[in-house]
């Protein structure tokens, strides 16, 4: 069925929505896919070129010349914003644990978290999609990460947190059809096109697409209802809106030029100038012009024969230098404006010293914990909505998640042994050290708890065993 032309001018109807989150993806794509080239290493030329010829041949030199500014910058953050685990409640019981835990692998969430910071770092926004799915088990929620090429949002103005609607155009290339999928509270609306794909051009055309006859026991065509009343897809926003090399996007355009023009200078030398000096212009015999551009060849087999008094005078090179120095300033220049460690932009940052070392470390991680602040309520509530799909409704209360985020600023084992020492010696719980001071894992925690339980057990058994050893060697012996 096809979308009716009548609704798609009725505000609040499925297919005024479609229509509004259509061209709000449409609107958005030509600034992600620039975002996206940037990631890829792959910059687009800083001006657009006339013959396809041309443009060809500049690009190929352009992608030598080019370096991967953007991924560094984005990868300095995201290595430090890693989630390592979930819980529910202030002390859940084995079995709570070990469900959420089945759940997470499950869904592979550890690996769609990261790939959604990593698109929300470069290209400014992504998506978490919770599905529902029937497995052996019955019915479970997934988490996806979801690229902003295929997905848009709109949030309630009332409640930013939450969405209001949100629209998914993927290529379903399997079975020959594009598809569109309107997320409503409450529901999930589906329709398809069937033949060559339209989807990946910046405006996204509704011609062609049917609502899905799949479901129906629907009131609507192609809508399948949730046991959920809010919309499964989650935003997560970088700050300020804007990807993380966005903004610096015109000083990355002037260090990959510069590399670009060092590459020139140094072909080009390669073919120096030369000029003779006392030798005639013309053939004293024939009075012809004289072709020393033939005559004096640069191959390396070529011989010359100079009269006595002429004098060859060949360009000297010249000094780069002064080019790679520019070039490592303005990289440092961008170290600063992005507030990415110099260490991960140049390695000239290996011979700084250790005091600005560690205030470049510092920066760098106050930032990832203020990203760690800015997404737990988000990754909480997709997690949340996750355990309802599975049937865990005990377990799904946002307010009492946690998520459980690696260190920021990663130890070394001598310094996490000094600080766990002395925090232990001052009285702190056991499990409180081990996990802030000692900084392990929930999981290993969970597997210390074990080995403290045989190191208990043992050692009781040794003392009985060394009791038992010392009462016979005191025994007196009987005098027959």
Partial sequence: MAFSKNLVDTPGSDEWWVKRLAKSLGDRRPRIENLQMWLDGKPPPPWEMTGKQNREAYERLLSIASL??????????????????????????????????????????????????????SLSVSYLLVRQVETENGMEGRITAEHPSEVVAEADPLDPAKNVAALKVYRDDARGRDVLVLYRAGYQRIAYKYGATSIWKNRVSLNGYDWSDEFFDSEFVGREDSELDDVPIYTLLNRFGVGE??????????????????????????????????????????????????????????????????????????DINQIISAVTKDVERLAIAAQSPLYALSSDAAQQSAASS???????????????????????????????????????????????W???????????????????????????????????????????????????????LNGASALTTSDVSNQTPVQG
Wanted: aromatic share 6%; glycine share 4%.
């Fill in 68 to 121: 991967n500014l953007a991924e560094l910058i984005v990868s300095s953050t995201l290595y430090r914003v890693q989630v390592e685990a979930v819980s529910s409640g202030t002390n859940p019981t084995d079995e709570e644990a070990a469900r959420i835990i089945e759940l997470m692998l499950a869904t592979d969430a550890s690996a769609q978290f990261r790939q959604a910071i990593e698109w929300m770092l």
């Fill in 245 to 318: 090399y966005e903004k610096h996007i015109p000083h990355m355009q002037r260090i990959n030029h510069t590399i670009l023009q060092q590459m020139i200078i140094t072909v080009m030398q390669a073919f120096r100038q030369r000029a003779v000096k006392g030798v005639p212009g013309t053939d004293p015999k024939t009075g012809k012009q004289i072709d020393y551009a033939n005559i004096f060849t640069s191959d390396p087999g070529s011989l010359w024969i100079l009269p006595e008094a002429a004098n060859v005078w060949e360009s000297g090179q010249g």
């Fill in 358 to 404: 560690e205030l470049m470390r510092e920066g760098q991680i106050f930032k990832a914990e203020d990203l760690q602040k800015r997404l737990t309520p988000r990754f909480a509530a997709a997690i949340s909505h996750m355990l309802k799909f599975s049937g865990e409704k005990d377990l799904a209360d946002r307010r009492k998640m946690r998520v459980i």
């Fill in 406 to 460: 690696a260190p920021a600023r990663r130890s070394s084992l001598l310094e996490r042994a000094q600080s766990g020492q002395l925090a232990a010696s001052s009285g702190l719980p056991w499990q409180t050290v081990a996990e802030k001071f000692y900084e392990f894992s929930p999981a290993e925690i969970e597997q210390m708890k074990a080995h403290r339980m045989d190191d208990a057990l043992n050692a009781v």
